[in-house]
């Protein structure tokens, strides 16, 4: 689950540049045919020095891919079969799927957070008196506390159970409920793809933040 984590900050640029250092000029050749790109401008990119970039460029220009959706192109790294690239673009659609359940997910549980409740949460999180403070004057506390320690590393898209023995003991038992969801969902969710090599380039080097 932790690794998952650190994916998640697997960005658009991040998903390009990896996608550059494994495309061949034969397959953006043949991805340049998949896309119906003009002969003449697929024969100057592949014959560029930066080719594998230009044509990302090229795809991302007319449209075929931008940062919030690669299916079309996982389509095309699967059915050309081109060196299982296409793990590269699954990985980063499911991480964006995830993130923006969790997103909804804090939305939800703050609605039933109220001012003396995330009061109280800081202080069982040990939650700085300057992070306490950006926290209690905000407009919404109880979401700007689930943000603050989801900073903190005591709660991210993959696990949010370190929430469950406090909210239990305040008696919030719809919030309760609904980490149990969220959990579930998780889990049930987590089919993430088992090349071990290519999942970590995608994550190699993007976990020093």
Known sequence: MKDIHIASIFTFSNLKEELSSKLTQTDCGNLGRYFSLPPDQVKTIIT????SKNFL?????????HPSNVNRLTDALTELKINHTHLLTETYMKLRDQETEYDRFLAGLSAHLTFSITVKLCDN?????????TVISSQNPGLSFLLTID????INPSDVSKL???LEEYRLLQAVAKIHEYQSLVLSDETMPRDEGIVNSCVHGYNED
Do not use: C, Q
């Open 125 to 133: 999180f040990e939650v700085t008196d300057k992070n306490k403070k």
């Open 57 to 65: 460029l090229a795809l991302e220009e007319r449209g075929f891919i």
């Open 164 to 166: 469950e023995t406090p």
């Open 48 to 51: 560029s020095p930066l080719y």
């Open 151 to 154: 900073k903190m590393g005591i």
